[in-house]
């Protein structure tokens, strides 16, 4: 019987792409699970990502979730969503993207007007190939509050200041989660039976939620 590998994480940055372009290549791939576009005037990024990629993405996501319910926060996923923006000439479709703060401003909506609409308040970034492109540029030109970035050795959270993002050891939209207890989750996810890790981050929140 064959092996099959799962592919190893692949980016293309293509350059002077028209608008027009990026948005046709994202309506023709919809259905293409694991492919990521990113947008930044006229440049093009598309990145197909690995086991790894989504197995981290999945577990931030989830932790996420965790923090969430047992601090009493609702949370609407929007997954890798595109976002994008024409009179910026930027979009993105990010690893996981939520509304926190937004919640429920967003609930039930199934399309968004990126004129008038937020963006996610909270996006994972799984960086363990180097972008071609600044994504965090894109982010803060988006509005987007809070990013999480895992660049395959730890975790770490950027928080929007004005036009750029400053690193911040406490989540600002999930406290009491820091990222260096993110990042100790992430690796306990790669050893652990997923029922035991989903108790332990449990009983981590609870024992300081109080």
């Not at 799984?126 to 509005?143: E, H, M, P, Y």
Request: proline fraction near 5%; hydrophobic fraction near 40%.
């Amino acid at each position: 019987m064959p092996v099959m590998l799962a592919p190893p994480e692949q980016r293309v940055l293509l350059h002077n792409v028209s608008w027009e372009t990026y948005e046709r290549l994202i309506a023709e791939s919809v259905n293409c699970v694991g492919t990521r576009f990113t947008y930044n005037s006229g440049d093009l990024e598309i990145i197909t990502v690995s086991m790894e990629h989504e197995h981290v993405n999945r577990t931030l996501a989830m932790l996420i979730e965790i923090v969430a319910e047992e601090t009493g926060k609702s949370v609407l996923r929007t997954g890798s969503a595109t976002f994008r923006r024409q009179d910026l000439s930027k979009g993105f479709e990010p690893d996981s993207g939520f509304y926190i703060q937004h919640a429920r401003q967003m609930q039930g909506r199934m399309e968004l007007d990126p004129a008038v609409d937020p963006p996610p308040d909270l996006v994972i970034e799984v960086d363990i190939i180097r972008s071609s492109l600044d994504r965090f540029a894109i982010f803060a030109a988006v509005g987007v509050p809070e990013v999480w970035r895992y660049d395959g050795e730890r975790v770490a959270f950027h928080a929007l200041n004005d036009a750029s993002y400053v690193e911040s050891g406490l989540s600002a939209a999930l406290p009491p989660l820091t990222a260096e207890q993110a990042g100790d989750f992430v690796k306990e996810s790669l050893r652990e039976d997923s029922l035991v890790w989903v108790r332990r981050v449990r009983e981590w929140v609870r024992a300081r939620a109080k």
